[in-house]
């Protein structure tokens, strides 16, 4: 009864935030949008039973990420976000006028449907279990996974924050002898 | 039922839709009670008496997102060790505690030179690094 | 419990809006929403089959790692966005065509 | 489900045998249906706690400043003034609730929510005693901080959606000083993690057995220092004087919440009353042995909730007095000096700290200091 109210309250908040992250003009509200469309997806990690990847979804994302995205908005144009709607044509940079339009989404199709074909095999053939394991605690056992046959992808974790943190901190800070 | 353990976390969806509901009774507990009658100087936002010159936003400093960028590395950092930290007793109890400890510190250490990094190219300072180094170049 | 093909539609109307967002909007850090909404398809994905096919916690692991790559690329990308608008003094994508030709 | 509210009102027997002939008269499982009304009562019962607390939070900050300055604070409303916060509550809802021209609506709505759902949401796991804690999650602690930290993004759309300098500027401040301050709080707090081996409150709480030299505060000089840290991160956390450049009235009006009238003003201000509370009540829950009476005494029985919740609210409050004592007290810091505090002091001694622990559990295997001074 919960995982049925959890889950399908999470798929709701998902779907319609990330519906409303396209549809709407101002950027901010995008943002905001896509906000309740992470907490959602935090829900339907816990409702999987995730524990630990929807706390970390929380942490990361709503504390970090789009903390992060709104300073780097508020740096780059604050309230010039508001955008006019285009014409659905003016969308697509690449396909500017109908015919090469017609003609690229028929090779989309014909190509997906082939593909699709072509994975169905693959996909049928995956066996969901018939029992699927009951909720438990996984802190412990992904602590474990991290410093057994996880660690050296732990430790390069560690290596790549290292990295993005200089790299990043290198190209926002000011230039030299540019007063602020 | 097979996910009859999940209830555990029902008391933080009830939380949650407490903490909604007494949002909305508030609002409109006070839509009821309180007078509505907005005009153009009331409405003005404040700056001061005077009338507002401009839009509200303006040219932030760029230190906002380097701040919000070394948080998030710490953030992400620290997502990662805790589940070392609570297996940490465990493994010292089962007698790995240097194996453990030697993982933990390694990734501490890179974490640290990281922070250190920063603090030495000045992006920890609120204030004055910039114009520190831009003085010296003009010298 | 919902069936596994219930996550995995999820998931797929995620990446198919993400992959919109990244189409109709011009704004550079609009793409980077919708590139978010990507990966969390990908991560959600992982973590159903995990539960649903394996059994066992890898898919969580991998999850973890997908949330630390999205938070470094965000840092990495919002500073390039950072840098282009010192420059340009704008952050539309079409004004980013210095490598053209 | 062992671990909640009602799973530890079901160990006592004649509570069970009396679902047990319910459900058996009414011919259908009665086990679910109690969970849940535990959790709705518990929940209200919180919450109920939660708006006292934030209102007489108002009337203490008010009397207890008033002592400090010699004067005599509110005492019209009731003996010594102690309804009056509940004469500003009335005068909150009468107050017309005004929306700046130009301003965000639907931001502008969603700001104080996104504040009063962060911090009421940490409460499902905030342990008041034994019984009294409405889930003793597995990653409770983790749950605490990472919800917590919808807070800031509350504080920085409501100075977005103002329209109006002043919040803009408040409101970008007090996002970049939330932010910055969590890491020292995580930090510390790990710290203990890597002592206990554990994120759930529960069995933290249950290995400081009650004697002051059990508490995690005396384990090792590194958490001794690390309380410190915690305490001084979490103040910063809840914007208040000494750290509330956010909201300085001298210089930035009042900050975030300037456009902010009527109701919604008093949700931003329930809200930071209740974080205080929150941060007190980590501290105390991690660091000065909870809920315990000493040395487990009446441990797990259904007599000793009382007291168990007397003691926490006790040592609670007295650091809620110790935050509003500050506050009247220091004077404000700078900007740079509150970014230079954060990263260049308080974050830099977490590390040390957490380094510390993770050596003495492995050099000490995790006893305390009482307990290697004393065998």
């Known amino acids: 009864m919960y995982y049925w109210i959890l889950f399908l309250t999470s798929a709701l908040l998902t779907i319609g935030s990330s519906v409303l992250m396209l549809w709407t003009k101002n950027l901010i509200h995008s943002c905001i949008f896509l906000l309740g469309s992470l907490i959602g997806i935090a829900g339907l990690y816990l409702s999987l039973g995730a524990d630990f990847v929807a706390v970390t979804q929380i942490m990361v994302y709503v504390g970090g990420i789009v903390i992060l995205m709104l300073f780097a908005m ?26 090469s339009l ?54 390069l974790s560690s290596v790549l924050l290292l990295g993005a943190l200089v790299g990043a901190a290198i190209i926002a800070r000011p230039k030299k002898g540019r007063g602020n | 039922m097979s996910n009859q353990a999940l209830e555990v976390f029902m008391p933080i969806s009830i939380m949650m839709g407490i903490a909604v509901l007494l949002f909305i009774g508030a609002l409109l507990a006070a839509k009821f009670l309180s007078p509505f009658k907005p005009n153009k100087n009331k409405n003005m936002p404040y700056e001061c008496g005077e009338e507002p010159v401009g839009t509200a936003w303006s040219m932030f400093n760029v ?38 400890l030697i993982i933990f510190l390694s990734f501490v250490f890179i974490l640290i030179s990281g922070i250190a990094y920063c603090w030495k190219k000045g992006d920890l300072d609120w204030v004055k690094s910039y114009t520190k180094t831009s003085i010296r170049d003009a010298e | 419990m919902a069936p596994l093909s219930a996550y995995l539609s999820i998931s797929a109307f995620l990446f198919v809006t993400g992959l919109a967002i990244m189409i109709y909007r011009k704004n550079i850090i609009a793409i980077l929403l919708g590139i978010e909404l990507i990966l969390n398809s990908a991560a959600l994905n ?45 952050i539309h994508i079409d004004e980013a065509i210095e490598l053209r030709n | 489900m062992e671990n909640t509210i009602g799973g530890f009102f079901l160990k006592f027997d004649f509570i069970k045998n009396a679902i047990a002939s319910g459900s058996s008269a009414i011919g259908f499982d009665l086990t679910m249906l109690f969970y849940i009304m535990m959790f709705l009562v518990g929940a209200v019962a919180i919450t109920a706690l939660l708006a006292t607390v934030g209102g007489l939070g108002t009337y203490a900050e008010r009397k207890i400043s008033a002592d400090i300055q010699a004067r005599i604070g509110p005492n019209r409303v009731g003996p010594f003034g102690i309804l009056q916060f509940l004469a500003d509550g009335i005068k909150m809802m009468t107050k017309e609730d005004i929306m700046p021209s130009g301003a965000d609506k639907f931001l502008f709505y969603l700001a104080p929510f996104l504040c009063i759902f962060g911090v009421f949401s940490t409460f499902a796991v905030i342990p008041f005693s034994e019984g009294l804690q409405l889930t003793n999650l597995d990653i409770g602690i983790f749950y605490l901080i990472a919800i917590a930290s919808l807070v800031g993004v509350g504080i920085f ?41 554990t994120l759930s409150f ?18 090792n000089p590194f958490t001794f220092i690390g309380f410190f840290v915690l305490f001084i991160a979490g103040l910063a956390e809840t914007n208040r004087a000494p750290f509330d450049l956010p909201e300085a009235e001298s210089e930035l009006v009042s900050g975030y919440h300037t456009e ?40 797990g029985t259904l007599g000793a909730q009382p007291l168990q919740f007397a003691i926490f609210m006790g040592k609670t409050f007295f650091l809620y007095y110790v935050v509003i004592w500050i506050r009247w007290t220091f004077p404000r810091l700078r900007a740079d000096h509150l970014m230079t505090i954060c990263w260049k002091y308080l974050t830099p001694i977490a590390i040390f700290n957490l380094i510390g622990c993770a050596f003495w559990m492995v050099l000490f295997n995790g006893k305390s200091f009482y307990d290697l001074l004393m065998h």
């Open chain 1, 102 to 155: 017609i003609w690229a989404s028929l090779v989309a199709f014909v190509f997906l449907l082939s593909q699709a074909l072509l994975l169905m095999k693959i996909f049928s053939s995956v066996k969901v279990l018939d029992e699927v394991s009951a909720y438990s605690p996984s802190v412990e056992k992904i602590g474990e996974l991290l410093i057994t046959s996880h660690e050296l992808a732990f430790e």
């Open chain 4, 202 to 219: 529960t069995e933290v709480i249950n290995m400081q057995s009650g004697f002051p030299h059990n508490w995690f505060i005396f384990h």
């Open chain 4, 260 to 299: 902010y009238t009527g109701i919604r003003f008093g949700l931003f201000a329930l809200a930071e009353y209740i974080e205080i509370f929150v941060v007190s009540g980590v501290s105390v829950s991690l660091f000065l042995g909870g809920y315990n009476l000493p040395g487990h005494f009446l441990h």
């Open chain 2, 63 to 100: 230190r906002f997102y380097v701040v919000g960028l070394i948080f998030i590395i710490f953030d992400v950092e620290s997502v990662l060790m805790f589940p070392v930290a609570v297996i940490f007793k465990k493994m010292v109890s089962l007698g790995l505690g240097s194996y453990v």
């Open chain 4, 157 to 197: 759309l409501g100075g977005y959606a103002s329209n109006s300098k002043w919040s803009l500027l408040g409101g970008m401040r007090g996002a970049a000083q939330i932010i910055s301050y969590e890491i020292p709080v995580t930090i510390s707090i790990m710290s203990i993690v890597l002592l206990s081996g």
């Open chain 3, 46 to 90: 992982f973590v159903a089959y995990s539960k649903y096919v394996t059994g066992d916690l890898d898919g969580h692991i991998f999850s973890l790692f997908i949330i630390v790559v999205a938070a470094a690329e965000a840092a990495v990308g919002l500073a390039i966005v950072i840098r282009f608008f010192q420059l340009k003094e704008t």
């Open chain 1, 74 to 99: 508020m740096l780059t144009g604050g309230k010039d976000f508001v955008s006019k709607r285009q014409k659905i044509l003016d969308l697509i940079p690449l396909m500017g006028n109908k015919k």
